[in-house]
């Protein structure tokens, strides 16, 4: 008999239900939810984020050019249960396992195994052939569910390009943005990108914001 996970229950009795199911919807899955902005209902989502550790007051929308976008299932040390090696000098890229399964089949599949093949849990699952940065920005675009807008930067493009194809996933479903050798500019509701010509010929276009 192979080894079974053992789901763990969480008791908050402080917290309102409605609240803790909104939370999880916007920060866990790739729902479009509205989350409330006043009244009691705000409230109640401020504690239930204040009580998971994600900041009081940060919403799930773009952030400002110069906001630094983080998420608990790559950042907070308790929820890192899964590493990845990656590229030639196997660096760390820690992620918490369920979370980022729940988001990509194909990592399901490399997180949890399959019906046939079993995943040994503690043993780091090696990515010689992509690059570190390419995998932190894309795994973070995942578990942010395509809320939040992500860059990767100019280095790491390439090796993002493939990724996102492997796992199946789309640059546009994850609003993945690929950064340029030109730098990217907010200019109002229009933003500055570097893009192919008819001819195949790389310039600078103005384009509407998402």
């Known amino acids: ?31 479009s939810v509205e989350m409330p902005s006043w009244g009691l209902k705000f ?9 998971f550790g994600i900041a009081v007051g940060v919403k799930a929308e773009a952030p400002t050019k110069k906001a630094k976008v983080e ?17 030639p000098k196997k660096e760390e890229v820690k992620v918490n396992r369920a979370l980022l399964a729940s988001m990509n089949r ?8 399959t019906g ?4 040994d849990p503690a043993k780091p699952i090696e990515w010689p052939e992509f ?13 942010q569910g395509g809320k939040l807008e992500v860059v990767v930067p ?9 990724l996102v194809e492997y796992l199946l996933e789309t640059r546009e ?15 109002g509701e229009f933003m500055l990108e570097n893009r192919e010509d008819e001819k195949g010929q790389e310039t600078l276009t103005f384009v509407r914001g998402s």
């Open 43 to 51: 409230k109640a989502v401020e504690m239930v984020k204040q009580k």
């Open 106 to 113: 194909v990592l399901c599949g490399i997180l949890f195994g």
């Open 173 to 187: 479903s994850l609003k993945l943005y690929y950064d340029t050798p030109f730098k990217r500019e907010f200019l």
């Open 1 to 31: 008999m192979g080894d079974e996970t053992q789901a763990q229950k969480l008791e908050l009795p402080d917290l309102n239900p409605e609240a803790v199911e909104t939370v999880l919807n916007v920060f866990c899955t790739r729902k």
């Open 154 to 162: 100019v280095e790491s493009v390439e090796s993002a390009k493939a």
């Open 131 to 143: 690059d570190a940065g390419a995998v932190r920005q894309v795994f973070l675009a995942l578990v």
């Open 71 to 87: 998420h608990p299932a790559m950042a907070d040390p308790r929820w890192l249960d899964a590493t990845f090696l990656v590229g």
């Open 116 to 119: 046939h093949i079993s995943v």
